[in-house]
Each structure stands twice: as C-alpha cells, then as structure tokens.
C-alpha cells in the first residue's frame, strides 16, 4: 500500500481507544490517561518519520512557489490584539470586551467595554463578532493617526470575517421584531460607528497591514500533496518542514472559490449605501494573500495574510525584515509587540472578575445578603 492509499491516522485515535479499554474504578481515568502517552507518542512518531521521509518529495512538489526572503528596511511594528471574558452569576453574566494596541514596547492605545448582560444564548459568540469589531476599529484609529510603520492583526483576517458575520446574522435576527432585546443598546453603537465610519473598509485597503495568525489551522496544500497526513497536520506546519531558514512561499489567494465570504448577517436601516459599503469589504477581500515564511533555523514557518499592494518584492522585503526583526526572543515565536498585546488582553479576566466582587460588596450594604448572592452569586460552585 502506497502513502497516497492509506487511510488518515489522526492521533487522537489512540486515545479514544486507550480510554474506551479502560478499567473502571477510581484509579481508571488517570491509569488511563497515563496508558494513552505511548499511544500518543507512537502516533506522533509515525507522522514525524512520514514528515521526514517525504520531505524531498514535498520540496520539488513545491518548488515552484519557494524562494529566497527579499531583504529590506525593518520599520516600526505596531500589533493590535483583543479579547473578551465573562464571569457568570446566578441571575446575570458580567461580560468585558478588550482591544490593545502595542508599538514596538510600549503600549500606545487602548479600548475597553464592560457590561451586565441578562443569561443570553451564543454569548460566546456574541461577544467573540464583537471582540472583532472593538479590534478592527482601534486598528482603524492607530492607521489614522500614523503615517508609517507596519501594522500586525492577531489572528487571520478570514476568522475575523466569519466572526464579525455571526454577530452580524444574531443581531439580525433579534431585531426582526419590534422590540429588540434591550441589552443590545449597549452594543449597538459600536456596531453602526464601525460601519458608519468604514473601519474594516480602510484596514483592508490599507498597505500597511498583515495579519499573523498563530493558530493557524488551514490545510489546503496538505490535502492537495499529502492527503495521508490530513487531519494529522496543517499547511504551516507542512511548509515548516519543506521550507529552508530564509525562505518563503509565493504568495496565493487567502479566499478560495469554494469559501463563500459574503457578510450575509446585516442589513442597516441607518446607511442608505450600506450595500457599497458590505461590496467594498468584499473586494478587499479578494485582494488578500496569504504566505509562509521562515526565518531562521530555531523556529517554525509563520503564516503571513497581506494585501496585494504588498506581495511586490521591494514591499515583501520591509514586510518579512520587520516581521523577523520583532521576533526578539527566541522563547516567543511571535513579533515582541504581538506576544506583549496578547499578554496584556488576557488580564481581562481578572480585571471583570474584580469587577463582579466589587459589585457584589458594593450592593451588599444596601440589600439583603441573601438576595444579593440570589442574584450575583456564583451559578455554579467556584474552581479551586
């Protein structure tokens, strides 16, 4: 049986198995669990020696769309990264919306929203399209308000799209009726600013700006040449194998014909020329690529999304010079401003959950203790 001919081996299957074989008892989860290392590792093993014993194949597969890094001017890095938490009680949810800009190491420019929302369905989904909207328009402000520099968005500007679209599609469909639910006040101005202001529309047109998605889990080209590794790997891993210290890959459309990406969720009564706008984000879209670059021997491939203005050698070469110049510290296999505007956004939870015992002690000397922990109590018992 050739590789092309055998069936995907993810390596979660050992696993599932291991777990199924299990004893019961009170021991059985861990024994388990410790029974499933091997397993795991030999599964991990196999896709390694497969990585290993394909790797000339996949390069000359490949070669055509590998080259030499351009050198050019390294500028100053501007990232832009958000995130969002919540901290549940038993009648209400506090929720926090955080957005963070940071230029080389200093952090230049901030947002924050904070509200007490009634048990809502899809919070998390919510909340994720919003996290989006509150980043993609402090991104927009730090544009205007400089007028050099490289600008790196957390994350890939195509899960961005399907984020800002599923808040898009629920806030349609709760103010089909007649009375919206009221908490959606507190969110509405952010979304008609957004768009009455051409936020997105000015980041996609923008030639300053790349996206670095660290989670990158797209796995085009390794169901196209290594179909037996699907499932197991993803493209940047794939192109961190084939890839030279130095090297990049061409650079390819980041939206595919087979990927529909229209904003299908919003309609605003507010913007008479709300379609030009939604057509406008659409062609930007289309004008996005993606490649992968690897700069050094120590680290891994990096997945870079950039605007056609950027793909020319000369533009290329300040892009990769400034997105290798900002990996700083070999431990971090990020740009230093990225890693500093991500740690910085994950403080939110403690903040909102400092926020919530606040308000608990607050109302305490007004109302009943009961009724107060009735209310904003824990809905659950809290982790140790």
């Known amino acids: ?19 199924a074989h299990a004893d019961y008892g009170t021991a059985a989860l861990p024994a388990a669990v410790l029974g499933a290392i ?11 020696r497969e990585l290993e014993g394909e790797r ?4 000359a597969a490949l ?3 590998i080259r030499k890094a ?17 901290v549940p009680a038993a009648g209400a949810t506090f929720a926090a919306i955080a957005a963070a800009a940071v230029e080389d190491a200093a952090l230049t420019d901030q947002d924050v929203l904070v509200r ?29 308000s400089t007028s050099s520099g490289l600008f790196v968005l957390d994350g890939s500007f195509y899960s961005m799209l399907l984020e800002v679209n599923r808040l898009l599609v629920r806030f349609a469909q709760d103010h089909r009726a007649d009375h919206p639910p009221a908490w959606w006040q507190g969110f509405r101005p952010l979304i008609e600013a957004f768009f009455r202001d051409e936020d997105w529309r000015l980041v996609l047109e923008c030639r300053r700006v790349v996206a670095h998605p660290k989670s990158a889990t797209a796995a085009d080209d390794v169901l196209e040449l290594a179909p037996h590794l699907s499932g197991t790997i993803t493209d940047r891993t794939l192109w961190t194998s084939v890839l030279n210290p130095g090297e990049y890959s061409l650079p390819v459309h980041l939206i ?32 996005l690529y993606v490649l992968y670059y690897r700069p050094d021997a120590s680290g891994p491939a990096y997945r870079l999304e950039l605007p056609a203005a950027l793909i020319a050698r000369e533009p290329l070469g300040a892009v990769l010079a400034t997105f290798r110049s900002a990996l700083r510290v070999s431990s971090i296999q990020e740009p230093l401003p990225q890693f500093l505007a991500d740690a910085i956004c994950r403080q939110l939870g403690h903040a909102l959950a400092a926020t919530a015992e606040g308000a608990r002690t607050t109302l305490q000397g007004e109302f009943d203790l009961a009724l107060v922990q009735r209310y904003l109590g824990p809905y659950r018992t809290p982790r140790a």
Do not use: N, W
């Open 70 to 86: 351009p050198d050019g001017p390294a500028r100053r890095l501007c990232a832009v990264d958000g995130a969002h938490a919540t």
């Open 38 to 48: 091997a397993d795991c590792a030999e599964a991990c093993r196999g896709t390694l």
């Open 116 to 144: 007490l929302l009634p048990p809502v369905e899809e919070l998390e989904t919510i909340l994720g399209g919003l996290r989006s909207v509150l980043e993609l328009r402090l991104l927009a402000r730090r544009i205007r």
């Open 56 to 59: 000339e194949r996949l390069r």
């Open 256 to 287: 595919r014909k087979d990927r529909p990406h229209l904003l299908t969720g919003y309609r605003s009564p507010a913007l008479d020329d709300f379609r030009e706008r939604r057509a406008a984000i659409e062609r930007g879209y289309g004008q």
């Open 63 to 65: 070669d055509r769309r």
């Open 1 to 19: 049986m050739t590789l092309e001919q055998r069936a995907p081996e993810p390596a979660f299957r050992a696993v599932e198995v291991a777990l």
